[in-house]
């Protein structure tokens, strides 16, 4: 076999390994924006940039094996004031494709040592996640299996076999399973629920393990805790409780035991290393500002050191084995009021070579985003109010003028973004959502135009007076 032959069988059988992974990420980055669109107004050069990276390692996959491993992610900067949609585009794309996701705040690194963390627990956290979510598919691929074992054990507490002799054993054996069937099905019905049974179950207590110290004593402190419960393994201990609660009891314990660790974890390596996207907030703040290397600045220019190894691609030893961050996808964020992208040290510089600049928002933003997207506050607020029973609208003139309020508060005191909205909302609707509970009439409550002006007013009187206080 000749050597190209050989390489395209082995690209074969990694294609086929990997079919399950690829056909998850089947979105084009049209697909990709579309879906953007419903959570994000706005902002649609970040959404393309975005799209085209998550895109490139779906195609990454696919490439043959001698040069995936040369294909490193893009990583991108994302530029713009709080509440633009930054996080919100991360954290949807990483929902988009079932990825693991973290978002850390780079502040937290400039205090390693006091109350901060060492940057490689960033990696840890991620890989946390990828096996909470794996662990999560299997348990959900297990869950009949699991059931059907918890009904056998439930049957056998609530009508133990008694021994008994009988010479006809073939008729005794099909009486047996006769009677198990009906048994079974007055379970399923739930007509036992509410019975008593006596049930061994695992002891939830834990022997505490506390260890406190600088630069990655929360690692140490997981694996001891990992030592510890191995050496004192869970007691098993017997509790009376209804079959309904047993059921809830017994069903995460045997779940538990068909699920494969061993294979979880591998797998959820893989799915990290792969697939995880890491978002480092307010990456601006560990900018020097003024690159005279004094002072605070230090403490900054360490934290990006420290950060340079990470994002460049080293390998990060976890608890569940060692960890390379080569194909992680990171992206970072900051308002970049004080410094700029340029004021980070070159080498992190150009680890982001993406860059994207995120606009403010308008009036004609905040309209949209108090009514298009699928979470919208809007949407949220009826929702909430109809548990009550009551019925909430909006006029479209009350919809704008809560947007030109909005709008103009952040213009002229600070400018947190659709953040502002939620501050607005709360306060227009206080009395509403206070007296629900207590409303007989009036089931149908319309928001008007001079309801909203009535209620906020003194948020805008407030920001008027706040030119003239020091």
């Known amino acids: 076999m000749d050597k190209d032959s050989k390489k395209e069988m082995m690209h074969s059988t990694e294609l086929k390994e990997n079919k399950d992974l690829i056909n998850d990420w089947e979105l084009t980055p049209s697909d990709i924006v579309e879906e953007l669109n419903k959570y994000v107004i706005g902002q649609d050069e970040a ?3 975005v799209a085209i990276a998550l895109r490139n390692r779906w195609r990454r996959r696919k490439v043959m094996s001698h040069l995936r491993e040369e294909i490193l992610p893009n990583n991108i900067i994302m530029i713009g004031p709080t509440g633009v949609g930054k996080t919100e585009i991360a954290r949807r794309l990483a929902k988009l494709v079932n990825a693991p996701f973290v978002k850390v705040e780079a502040t937290k690194y400039t205090e390693v040592g006091y109350v901060g963390r060492d940057v490689e627990s960033m990696v840890r956290d991620l890989v946390e996640r990828a096996v909470g979510m794996v662990k999560q598919e299997k348990y959900k691929e297990k869950l009949e299996e699991a059931k ?3 009904e056998d054990r439930i049957i056998s507490i609530l009508f133990p076999k008694k021994r008994s002799v009988s010479f006809d054993l073939d008729v005794k054996k099909e009486e047996e399973d006769e009677n198990f069937e009906k048994i079974k099905e007055l379970y399923r019905t739930g007509y036992f629920d509410n019975k008593v049974i006596e049930v061994e179950v695992e002891s939830e207590m834990v022997p505490p393990v506390q260890v406190l110290g600088p ?3 929360d690692e140490i402190g997981s694996s001891l805790q990992d030592m510890m419960s191995q050496l004192f393994p869970k007691k098993r ?4 409780m209804t079959v309904s609660e047993a059921r809830t009891q017994l069903l995460k314990e045997e779940t538990e035991k068909l699920i494969d660790m061993e294979s979880v974890v591998k797998e959820a390596i893989e799915k990290a290393e792969t697939m995880g996207i890491i978002f480092i907030d307010e990456i601006d703040k560990i900018a020097s500002h003024d690159g005279k290397g004094a002072g605070p600045d230090v403490s900054r220019e360490g934290v990006q050191r420290d950060l340079l190894p990470i994002v460049e691609g080293t390998t990060v030893n976890t608890r569940y084995g060692p960890v390379k961050t080569d194909h992680i996808l990171f992206i970072a964020s900051g308002a970049f009021h004080v410094s700029k992208p340029s004021d980070l040290i070159p080498e992190l510089q150009g680890r982001f070579p993406i860059r994207v600049e995120l606009r403010s928002l308008t009036e004609d933003d905040f309209v949209k985003i108090l009514t298009l997207p699928e979470n919208a506050l809007i949407k949220q607020y009826k929702a909430l109010l109809e548990t009550e029973g009551i019925q909430l609208e909006f006029d479209p003139e009350a919809i704008r003028e809560i947007a030109s309020i909005a709008a103009k508060v952040n213009e002229e005191v600070t400018n947190i973004g659709a953040r502002r909205l939620h501050t607005i909302m ?14 007989i009439k009036d089931k149908k409550i319309i928001v008007s135009v001079q309801m909203v002006r009535e209620k906020l007013n003194k948020i805008v009187e407030n920001v008027d007076l706040s030119k003239y206080i020091l």
């Open 148 to 150: 059907r074992a918890v």
């Open 215 to 217: 630069l990655g004593m």
């Open 237 to 240: 201990v017997r509790r009376k």
């Open 426 to 439: 709360t306060t227009l609707l206080e009395d509403i959502l206070f007296d629900a509970p207590n409303r």
């Open 47 to 49: 959404k393309r940039i």
